[in-house]
């Protein structure tokens, strides 16, 4: 190949291996234009949707929660408030809280996870996490610890770090007391300022150039940073209720990827995730989180997928800190959890999980059993997104040698934090050479 991009370039992953899934990259560059680009994922169907059929409606938090374990809580609640939508209840005061102090819990364990151990090491120039503790062994360790809080949050509030046992449908099978929440005032204290610091690590970092210039699409509520309600907005200008998704959001088979993917209806691409949420709601985040976005220079419009890193560094300030708010505020209900007859109907429900838009959808019958299930989970709805962004860094990079455009297309690939991209190192290189 010359020098300048020119003649026809192969670069494939057969394999990714250690990781939350099955995939496979392939990019195909011709001339320095991208002829072909796949984020293939093979690994076969789950049935997760098949097997909810003829389960009872109440055991949706708990089956929906195994599709993954380290965002568990975003099924459970998106599960639960398809059900309640269905049964006509809304679920508020403290038990609303305690479900978003769960999810605060998820969101500073996830995006420690993703910062530090997944996304850090492509910026510093390692293979991986335990490659980085051999040089940078307070930045692992860092990142461990403020994973741990989290996992303390999930524990004493959800029952159980991974796949919480505590949740229900119309709340929790027990309510944790003021004494047991306070435990947890001194880890998130030291882990709201251990992610003030990791902002202002993040922020320093060597960013590429990129630029997503289609629509951004989260969870809006006023007064309120996106979580676990709201309506649905994007920055083209759209709003719509979780009733109305199926009717704004279509997904069609590929024939490279068993994992179906999402446009609107009018065929318009869309990214949700952290960029989408901070974008959207930015003046809904919290004094300290504002102030230090602003201290780094990462004020709305950030656009390019690679300070993704930043934003979700800055989204564990705001869970850390939210999470406080929570506790202080807290008063125990008078019961645990509201209940929730069934009724024939159908349900929606949709919440923030760490990596974006979480749908769920529920028909059941007038006993609470369950007739039909629709999930669409974000990186699903990221796919197209993700492709994209390929084109665009080929493209841009394509005079880079082929292992380093291979590492630069990883990189953007998990800016994204795919679930398939639960591990350290998850492209092994196959280049062709035409």
Not at 13 to 26: D, F, I, P, S, Y
Not at 27 to 43: F, H, M, N, T
Request: hydrophobic content about 40%; proline content about 6%; glycine content about 8%.
């Amino acid at each position: 190949m010359a020098e300048n991009g020119r003649g026809r370039r192969t670069i494939e992953t057969k394999a990714l291996a250690r990781v939350e899934g099955e995939g496979a990259m392939r990019l195909r560059l011709k001339d320095g234009q991208a002829e072909v680009v796949e984020l293939r994922i093979y690994e076969p169907p789950r049935f997760f949707e098949a097997f909810l059929r003829g389960r009872g409606f109440t055991e949706a938090p708990d089956i929906t929660a195994r599709i993954c374990g380290i965002c568990p809580v975003a099924y459970q609640m998106s599960a639960c408030a398809a059900m309640e939508s269905a049964c006509g209840i809304q679920v508020d005061g403290p038990i609303r809280d305690l479900r978003r102090l769960l999810y605060c819990g998820e969101w500073i364990e996830s995006h420690a996870l993703h910062v530090f151990l997944l996304h850090a090491p492509d910026f510093l120039g390692y293979e991986s996490a335990i490659e980085l503790a051999k040089d940078h062994r307070e930045l692992v360790e860092r990142g461990l610890q403020l994973k741990k809080t989290g996992n303390e949050v999930m524990t004493v509030v959800g029952g159980r770090e991974v796949h919480p046992i505590n949740v229900r449908v119309g709340g929790f099978y027990r309510a944790p007391s003021k004494a047991e929440l306070a435990t947890l005032v001194e880890p998130l204290v030291l882990a709201r300022e251990s992610a003030l610091e990791t902002v202002r690590l993040t922020s320093t970092l060597d960013f590429p150039e990129l630029c997503w210039d289609g629509e951004l699409v989260a969870l809006h509520e006023d007064g309120e940073y996106p979580i676990d309600r709201g309506r649905i907005v994007s920055s083209g200008g759209r709003e719509f209720a979780a009733s109305d998704f199926d009717e704004q959001i279509v997904e069609e088979h590929v024939e490279h990827s068993n994992a179906l993917h999402a446009t609107f209806a009018d065929g318009e691409l869309y990214l949700v995730g952290p960029l989408s949420r901070f974008n959207l709601s930015f003046d809904s985040l919290s004094p300290l989180v504002r102030e230090t976005a602003a201290e780094v220079g990462a004020v709305p419009p950030v656009r390019n997928p690679f300070r993704s890193i930043v934003v979700r560094s800055l989204e564990i300030l705001y869970a850390c800190d939210e999470a406080l708010r929570l506790i202080e505020g807290y008063e125990p209900p008078d019961a645990a959890a509201t209940e929730v007859p069934p009724r024939a109907a159908v349900g929606y429900g949709v919440t923030e999980a760490p990596r974006g838009l979480l749908y769920h959808r529920y028909e059941i019958d007038d006993e609470g059993t369950i007739l039909d299930a629709k999930i669409v989970p974000p990186t699903s709805q990221n796919q197209k997104a993700i492709e994209r962004d390929l084109v665009l860094v080929a493209e841009r990079y394509r005079d880079l040698p082929d292992e380093a455009l291979g590492l630069r297309c990883e990189q953007a690939i998990r800016n994204h934090d795919p679930c398939i991209s639960c591990a350290t190192h998850f492209l092994k290189l196959d280049v062709e050479r035409v």
